[in-house]
């Protein structure tokens, strides 16, 4: 049963997950008056979450220790189609093996911030491949398409600015927001499911699950919107400047993943104790309150948080450790990223430029000269001003910096 339902609205609120709702006074009373299940859906896209999904899933979190049941819905079969919101031009096209692939890594994500289980409030891992692989093209226009008029759909922004900008939208992507809504009334229907969360780009979408719930009967559905988070320099959440940070450990290391947070802009700080650890407003108060110097604190109280629960206490414990002693001039390389090379191309066949430029730590070759020649390239601490230098194995082991706080560390695969 929960506890303290009634308020759950009001506290995440305040730490700004919530920016729409279809009926948020009806959700108030449904949260107050016992459990309910929630979903949130993620196409398959790729084999991990990042930090742009991290909102959602700590909005679940907060759900499922209130004591109501998650269920991540993953788009087995919507993948093959791609969500056309806010987008110009379609998906590429997965195979069935990389989109089970992508769907293992995926609930593996999941699973860092969510209780799984068989439990009453224990979270669920569902495909929307097994009903709609199995729904006949006549079926679905009878059961879904008759609800849906052409003329509102092309209202939606998702549909009218493709097509303002004269960007192909093919009836497969035209038909997704169906799709989307069958999944809610699909799930409401095996799971009782009647609360779905999605970024502000999903509104549109969520209102026609919700609407086709009404017209098909089920009971009263709701929506939960979360705002569309940028960094303070206008970047979406999710990106850094060397790409995407991901939660998976494989894919963006520990130590990488905890400098993302140290390094946030002061004003983010604030903003991002609230949505990303779990410490009471309160302390998020006084901690963003912080000023000059000490403000670098609450930063690493972020990033410990962070860190913590996306990879555990002694990987957060171990990134600390290793950039408190990397600032301190320290050459210990322990917990350092590895940039791993091909023992054969340890011959000078391969230039430190070409090696930054393919695992796409710089954007261009000139990226990378400007930055030794500005004196932010660094080999085991000592100014390096040629971007050219060619690799051997006597590189195995060094570090290399890419200004302050960036560091990685040479190693053979």
Known sequence: ??????????????????????????????????????????????????????????????????????????GGATTRIGDPSFRDSSRPVLTEAQIQHNIAGITG?????IQLGDGPSDGLVVDNADWLDGIGYLQFLDQVGRHFSINRLLTFDAVR???????????QEFGYTLLQAHD?????????????????DQWANIINGVELGRRQGCPPLFGLTMPLLTTRDGRKMGKSASGAVWLNGDKLSPYDFWQFWRNCDDADVGRFLALFSELPLE???RLAALQGAELNQAKIVLANAATALAHGQAAAKAAAATAAELFAGSTVEAALPALP????????SLSLLQLLLGYKLQPSA????RLAAGGGLRLNGEVLSDAELKLTTEHLGARISLGKKRHYQLQAR
């Open 1 to 74: 049963m929960p506890s303290n339902t009634f308020d759950l609205i009001e506290q995440l609120d305040a730490r700004g997950f919530i920016h729409q709702s279809t009926d948020l006074d009806g959700l108030r009373l449904a949260l107050s008056q016992g459990a309910i299940t929630f979903y949130l859906g993620f196409d398959a896209t790729a084999d991990s979450l990042h930090v742009g999904h991290l909102q959602a899933l700590m909005l679940m979190r907060h759900l499922q220790r209130a004591g109501h049941k998650p269920i991540l819905l993953i």
């Open 161 to 171: 600015t493709r097509l303002e900008r004269e960007h192909s939208l093919s009836f």
């Open 283 to 285: 302390e998020v108060a």
């Open 341 to 348: 090379i091909d023992r054969l191309r340890l011959d000078g």
């Open 109 to 113: 994500c999941f699973a860092r911030y």
């Open 366 to 369: 000139s990226a990378v000269r």
């Open 184 to 200: 809610f009334t699909e799930l409401a229907r095996r799971h009782n499911c009647t609360l779905q969360l999605g970024g502000a």
